[in-house]
């Protein structure tokens, strides 16, 4: 995120002060060092979880599945509700949606091996993007997707995290796991006509019809 004194701006008229914003980012920096990133395969990622949030206002509709490599299907769906208490800036996703994501992750934490969501890992100004966050909080490998990159493509933190899935997506490292790797489990989990891979795409798909179900809603 560009520039300085100046407060930010998010859905309008909302504003976040230039004294949060300092704090947001040191608390992102932080988490940064605290990210492990392993010279080697580091094991099996046959279980891939997805989770994504769809918004009305200040509630959090979440969906949450998880895919079996091995048995080539969703093998676990849960959709939940939560309070979202602060609104969408560029580059602090994190503290929007992590919070409303963590408790259903935290809940199923054992049932899956690696974490795919909305959002970017490494690949952020202060290498600290929605993967990274929760990858850090929850001890778990995590990787990053998203439509466009943070930024130019050229600017540091993108050349040397950032990759393109064929022209679908881009995807970057969180936690715990490789750039060679999470490749591999994109590669498994993502079918040739579809815009994001498996699990991501499913519950991004649970979290809207949720939306839906309880506002009538249908934009996320």
């Known amino acids: 995120m560009r520039g300085s004194a100046e407060t930010l701006k998010a859905g309008g008229n909302l504003r976040l002060d230039q004294a949060l914003y300092e704090r947001l980012c040191e608390t992102q920096r932080h988490i940064s060092k605290r990210v492990v990133i392993p010279e080697d395969h580091c094991g099996s990622f046959e279980k891939v979880a997805g989770v994504d949030a769809s918004y009305f206002g200040d509630s959090a509709f979440v969906g949450f599945t998880v895919f079996s490599i091995p048995e080539n299907r969703i093998i676990l769906v849960s959709v939940s509700t939560a309070r979202s208490r602060i609104p969408y800036f560029s ?7 992590g919070p409303v994501v963590l408790p259903i992750l935290r809940r199923f934490l054992p049932e899956f091996d690696v974490l795919l969501v909305n959002g970017h890992g490494l690949a952020h100004p202060r290498k600290c993007g929605l993967a990274t966050y929760l990858g850090v ?29 064929e022209d679908r997506f881009y995807y970057s490292v969180g936690n715990m ?18 815009g994001l891979p498996i699990p991501l795409e499913t519950a991004h798909s649970f979290s809207r019809r949720a939306l839906k179900l309880v506002t009538g809603y249908e934009r996320v």
């Open 137 to 165: 909080l929850l001890k778990k490998p995590t990787i990053g997707v998203a439509r466009k990159p943070l930024g130019r493509l050229d600017e540091e933190h993108n050349v040397n995290h950032l990759r393109a899935f």
């Open 91 to 97: 580059s602090l996703l994190c503290f929007r949606e």
């Open 177 to 194: 796991m490789t750039l060679e790797e999470a490749f591999n489990v994109l590669r498994r989990t993502t079918l040739r006509d579809r």
